[in-house]
T-cell receptor, first 116, second 114 residues
Framework: DTGVSQDPRHKITKRGQNVTFRCDPISEHNRLYWYRQTLGQGPEFLTYFQNEAQLEKSRLLSDRFSAERPKGSFSTLEIQRTEQGDSAMYLC??????????????FGPGTRLTVL | QKEVEQNSGPLSVPEGAIASLNCTYSDRGSQSFFWYRQYSGKSPELIMSIYSNGDKEDGRFTAQLNKASQYVSLLIRDSQPSDSATYLCAVLVWDSNSGYALNFGKGTSLLVTP
């Protein structure tokens, strides 16, 4: 069994460009989460999916951010018109569900975004 | 804003000693608590979860939860240099804007010296 995978691992882009990241969760997990982490901070919640439905979206997520999870499998996170403040590690996590031990979220390796 | 507070450290302990990491949280309704370890440049790795008051032991790790005091801690026995990392406390909270989400502290940096 493989864990959560993310692609790419690193992305360098120029301000104003669009970027897209992909996350593949653990195969039997139906919940998928996106977080953003900057240096010296804990991860900050962005959004999550129950199967293909996007259930919640943090106030952090501006209109430049969009996420999809077609067919309830992999997910993509797109940032349009990137800004230097978007530079961060983007983390994906997955869990079985929402109660008891099913809450446990397992993280992928992350995508480090640098906006020049 | 539902807060999770941790001392940023660094906490320095000698090899073989017990490291004690502490966390307080503000949402009295929280029921699920987690400790993650994060090495520099890497993603968080789940090491413990705890849901009931009291202690939960797993190998060299013990998580302690006191819901009345809104306090959760992690003890690492026989600390090893390989335990040197940032330890993140996370609390599952419900928020009217974001629903259920993990709310993380900023982490405590642990340094185990040989």
């Amino acid at each position: 069994d493989t864990g959560v995978s993310q692609d790419p691992r690193h992305k360098i882009t120029k301000r104003g460009q669009n970027v897209t990241f992909r996350c593949d969760p653990i195969s039997e997990h139906n919940r998928l989460y996106w977080y953003r982490q900057t240096l010296g901070q804990g991860p900050e919640f962005l959004t999550y999916f129950q199967n293909e439905a996007q259930l919640e979206k943090s106030r952090l997520l501006s209109d430049r951010f969009s996420a999809e999870r077609p067919k309830g499998s992999f997910s993509t996170l797109e940032i349009q018109r990137t800004e230097q403040g978007d530079s961060a590690m983007y983390l994906c996590a997955s869990s079985l569900g929402s109660s008891g031990n099913y809450n446990e979220q397992f993280f992928g390796p992350g995508t480090r975004l640098t906006v020049l | 804003q539902k807060e999770v507070e941790q001392n940023s450290g660094p906490l320095s302990v000698p090899e073989g000693a017990i490291a004690s990491l502490n966390c307080t949280y503000s949402d009295r309704g929280s029921q699920s608590f987690f400790w993650y370890r994060q090495y520099s440049g890497k993603s968080p790795e789940l090491i413990m979860s705890i849901y009931s008051n009291g202690d939960k032991e797993d190998g060299r790790f013990t998580a302690q939860l006191n819901k009345a005091s809104q306090y959760v801690s992690l003890l690492i026995r026989d600390s090893q240099p390989s335990d040197s990392a940032t330890y993140l406390c996370a609390v599952l909270v419900w928020d009217s804007n974001s629903g259920y989400a993990l709310n993380f502290g900023k982490g405590t940096s642990l340094l185990v010296t040989p």
